[in-house]
């Protein structure tokens, strides 16, 4: 603490080096605007909280709140009439304004936006563990300002989208598919947003791809017969109908498409492999991948994580065959918040996942945007994404945001 507190005053002191001394200065008289040193301080600070939130240290909505702040200031400032000053007559006057604005300025921001709190030894974010995890109730927050923002936006073909991948987080499916079908009508003719339309509504309708969800992905397919994730549902809708030539001829163009040393690849192999077998055209069967809820839009040269989650062994008594399974990816340093977020159930663990940007929660959140992501996966007794003491979890190490093969363990209980 001590520390922070002379290396920011040293930081202070040397800024107000270069302020203060032409202030002092005696040259001829000229005519100061007060509105022309706000606005060039408005812009400096605001460019400072722009650098903040791009590299994660200040989240989305201290941003917000910070520039909202700024901006009040700035009109309270500039609303009055420029006054016609001499510059000796009251440069001293405003070198020592300034000395003692500056240092107050800068504290009243960092408590507004910043983490005091991390000062203290055994209080940072680190000790806490879950100090920065989003909440259900931020969660439940972000989706009502987003339905009161598309009540006055209804063709806001995003923010549909973005309700809809939110309502996917947990579990509200039937009203996520309601939000993608808005944004269909916006986008008639985009074949990723059908197939992530046709996914979620067949989760609405107990995993279960017959109807309305394999006519969405008949149209995506017609649209862009080259889409992952549509051709991926496609040869599950034929598994399920038994079609098992028609499942190979669906997943084998996938297979053309996809990176082939990717763990993606060798999962949808596996698929054809049983698909194959079953068709009595090939060898032992294997454990298909495919199947509806299961985010395939990888291989579309997007960033994407996938591996396996497994829960301990000596866990494994303390858990129900329904509790809720969180699998998601967040920024190895900076915002907690979860870059990819994906829903499963116990009894499916050991199960094998893909993260990706279909999967973000916020706008410009997603994996793509960041190199480096940790995984983690948390089993939930409530139901809810907010940690709880009893639920478990685990995590990786810091990955890069296109690895393959990841192993999470659930392996420690939260305290």
Do not use: C
Not at 68 to 91: F, I, K, N
Not at 263 to 280: D, H, I, K
Not at 377 to 390: C, E, F, L, N, V
Not at 399 to 410: F, L
């Amino acid at each position: 603490m001590t520390t922070f507190l002379i290396v920011g005053g040293l930081l202070i002191a040397g800024a107000l080096l270069f302020i203060v001394p032409p202030l002092l200065r005696k040259p001829a008289a000229q005519r100061i605007s007060h509105k022309a040193v706000n606005i060039t301080l408005y812009r400096d600070q605001l460019e400072e909280l722009d650098a903040d939130l791009q590299s994660g240290t200040l989240s989305a909505e201290h941003y917000e709140k910070a520039k909202r702040e700024l901006e009040a200031r700035l009109l309270e400032d500039v609303g009055s009439e420029d006054t016609a000053t001499d510059q000796p007559r009251h440069g001293r006057a405003s070198a020592i304004a300034l000395g003692l604005a500056m240092p107050l300025l800068a504290i009243a921001l960092y408590l507004a936006v910043g983490t005091p709190q991390a000062l203290v030894p055994g209080q940072g974010a680190g000790a806490s563990g879950g100090a920065h995890e989003i909440t259900a109730g931020q969660i439940e927050e972000m989706i009502q300002k987003l339905d009161a923002r598309l009540k006055n936006e209804p063709d806001n073909t995003e923010g549909w989208i973005m309700l809809a991948r939110t309502y996917n987080a947990v579990n509200r499916f039937d009203q996520a598919a309601a939000a993608y079908a808005r944004a269909a009508k916006l986008l008639p003719n985009d074949a990723q947003l059908l197939a992530d339309y046709a996914d979620t509504l067949a989760m609405a309708q107990g995993q279960k791809l017959q109807g309305e969800p394999e006519q969405l992905i008949m149209r995506a397919l017609k649209i862009d017969p080259n889409n992952i994730k549509a051709l991926a549902l496609a040869g599950s809708v034929a598994f399920d109908n038994k079609n098992y030539t028609g499942a190979v001829d669906y997943w084998e163009r996938i297979l053309k498409l996809a990176p082939p040393d990717s763990e993606f690849a060798r999962s949808v192999s596996s698929s054809v492999a049983e698909a194959r077998s079953l068709a009595g055209k090939g060898s032992a069967p294997a454990a298909p991948a495919a199947k509806a809820g299961t985010s395939t839009t990888a291989a579309a040269g997007r960033s994407v994580v996938s591996g396996t989650v497994k829960l301990a062994p000596e866990l494994a008594a303390k858990v129900k065959p329904t509790d809720t399974v969180f699998i998601f990816a967040r920024a190895a340093s900076g915002s907690r918040m979860p870059l990819a977020l994906l829903t499963k159930q116990v009894k499916e663990l050991p199960v094998t996942f893909s993260l990706d940007d279909s999967m973000a929660m916020a706008p410009d959140m997603n994996l793509s945007k960041f190199p480096q992501v940790v995984v983690g996966a948390r089993i939930s007794k409530s139901g809810t994404a907010t940690p709880q003491p009893g639920d478990m979890e685990g995590h990786s190490a810091p990955i890069a945001n296109s690895a393959a093969g990841i192993s999470v363990v659930i392996d420690s209980v939260v305290r």
